[in-house]
């Protein structure tokens, strides 16, 4: 699976955005996504994982309650919705996926995108 994560930018505090991870390949659909994030100085995160099918979901505690992750698997594309943005929420977003159950460890997900950078100013 090649991964492309898009739609970062520059946003106000409170404001909103829309990531975006194109998949290829034709095992996508069977693969549990993940988004991550890595601010400056700062340990990769998880922010949030959906099941293969979207039927779960899992986020991290800062992303619950503002951040909601889908998946078209039609499109090969999994979603990351980002309402009430902060400015500790500017970092650098990943996509990953990997095979099995939605997983908070950076070390389950074997294949990853180049990471799109947001950037909420205050």
């Known amino acids: 699976v090649q991964l492309q994560a898009s739609g970062g930018g520059l946003v106000q505090a409170g404001g909103s955005l829309r990531l975006s991870c194109a998949a290829s390949?034709?095992?996508?659909?069977?693969?549990?996504m993940g988004w991550f994030r890595q601010a400056p100085g700062k340990e990769r995160e998880f922010v949030g994982g959906?099941?293969?099918?979207?039927?779960?979901?899992a986020y991290a505690d800062s992303a619950k309650g503002r951040f909601t992750i889908s998946r078209d698997n039609a499109k090969n594309t999994v979603y990351l919705q980002m309402n009430s943005l902060k400015p500790e929420d500017t970092a650098a977003y990943y996509c990953?996926?990997?095979?099995?159950?939605?997983?908070?460890?950076?070390?389950?997900?074997?294949?990853w995108g180049l990471g799109t950078l947001v950037t909420v100013s205050s």
């Open positions: 390949g034709r095992t996508f659909s069977s693969a549990v």
């Open positions: 959906i099941s293969w099918n979207g039927g779960s979901a």
């Open positions: 990953a996926a990997r095979y099995g159950s939605i997983s908070y460890y950076r070390r389950h997900y074997h294949y």
